[in-house]
């Protein structure tokens, strides 16, 4: 995804979106992309145009595809069918990409698929390349000694896009880092705002 997609996408939704790892697309420019952006606020937002923005900003903020949220969805539905959206975002948060970005290796979630898909990452020591494997707690992740001498690594752990959720652990004090997924994530840990009930609203009228 080019850089100027990425402020396309973060303007139309109106916030940032950290997994894209593009910083500051609101700062000049604080309205939707397009001939008729700046008119954006003095539109009335349809119920199903609210639904849609708040699961958009989940597929781009964790660089899935539709159909891989919706297969997020029935998962999370088999997990917990009374409050499956805490138990979606647990899977989501939980996936090994977005762990890697979670845990300062890499500045977002396509460098952070990278990383796994070009086989730097190890999982409780073994090496890992599927980016949507969801982690569960008390998995160790380490860097291949390569990945973790690249400038890119070392300059996103001394400048991390995100500050460490609590669910997370990383011990800084040995080389390679390593870290630790301590518990379960849930709604409070996305960084963003984000509204839950209307994504909710969005899948159950989509009989999904």
Do not use: C
């Amino acid at each position: 995804m080019s850089e100027r997609k990425k402020f396309r996408i973060q303007r139309a939704l109106g916030l940032e979106l950290p997994g894209l790892g593009k910083p500051g697309a609101l700062e000049k420019r604080n309205y939707p992309p397009g001939q008729h952006g700046k008119l954006h606020n003095k539109r009335k937002v349809t119920q199903y145009g609210a639904q849609l923005r708040e699961k958009q900003k989940l597929l781009f903020h964790y660089g899935v595809r539709e159909e891989q949220l919706r297969r997020f969805v029935r998962n999370a539905k088999r997990v917990s069918s009374s409050n499956w959206i805490e138990a979606l975002i647990g899977l989501l948060e939980r996936r090994l990409d977005n762990i890697v970005f979670r845990l300062g290796f890499a500045r977002s979630i396509a460098a952070a698929r990278q990383l796994v898909s070009h086989g730097h990452v190890l999982v409780n020591g073994s090496r890992q390349t599927i980016g949507s494997m969801v982690l569960r707690p008390g998995d160790i992740v380490t860097l291949t000694e390569k990945a973790n001498q690249m400038e890119t690594t070392r300059s996103s752990l001394r400048s991390p896009r995100l500050s460490l959720p609590s669910y997370l652990e990383l011990q800084t004090s040995i080389q390679p880092e390593k870290g630790r997924i301590l518990a379960i994530p849930d709604t409070g840990h996305v960084p963003f705002e984000f509204n839950s009930t209307q994504v909710a609203e969005y899948y159950a009228k989509r009989g999904v």
